[in-house]
């Protein structure tokens, strides 16, 4: 039976003890990442996970992102977060590319999922990208 979820990530344990030792990879996951276009233009959106962050990555607009990532502020975070030294190392060597739109977030998508799935994270999202309107709601 499996009583105990990550609330984080969403997976699934059978024990408080093998929960606790999941969850040591989040650690420092609660402080947000907000999602800026350009200095002082916020688009209202900002994640608490690395699972949260690669559900916004996905209907991000491509603005943001190119933003975000030539000022290496993915890294940053992702660096204070703490767990995920190989993936902090993967996209400082994709800032070097000097990939941007789609295919970035395209990239970035993959290694994030990568990333996840290396520490046992489940529930990641599938299927293309996602653009929502502010209509939306988003």
């Known amino acids: 039976i499996l009583d105990y979820a990550c609330t984080i990530c969403g997976k699934l344990f059978s024990t408080q003890k093998s929960l606790t030792n999941h969850s040591s990879h989040h650690r420092g996951e609660l402080t947000p990442f907000y999602f800026f276009t350009d200095v002082g233009h916020y688009t209202g959106l900002y994640a608490i996970s690395l699972m949260d962050f690669l559900t ?33 190392r993967d996209l400082d ?10 295919a970035l977030r395209v990239r970035l998508t993959t290694l994030l999922q990568r990333a996840l799935q290396a520490v046992g994270c489940v529930r990641l999202p599938s299927g293309p990208p996602v653009r929502r309107s502010r209509r939306a709601g988003w």
Request: proline share 0%; aromatic share 10%; net charge positive.
């Open 56 to 88: 916004k990555l996905r209907c991000l607009d491509t603005k943001s992102i190119d933003f975000h990532m030539k000022r290496a502020d993915f890294q940053n975070w992702i660096r204070d977060i703490g767990g995920f030294t190989s993936l902090v």
């Open 93 to 102: 060597q994709l800032m070097k590319r000097g990939l941007d739109g789609e």
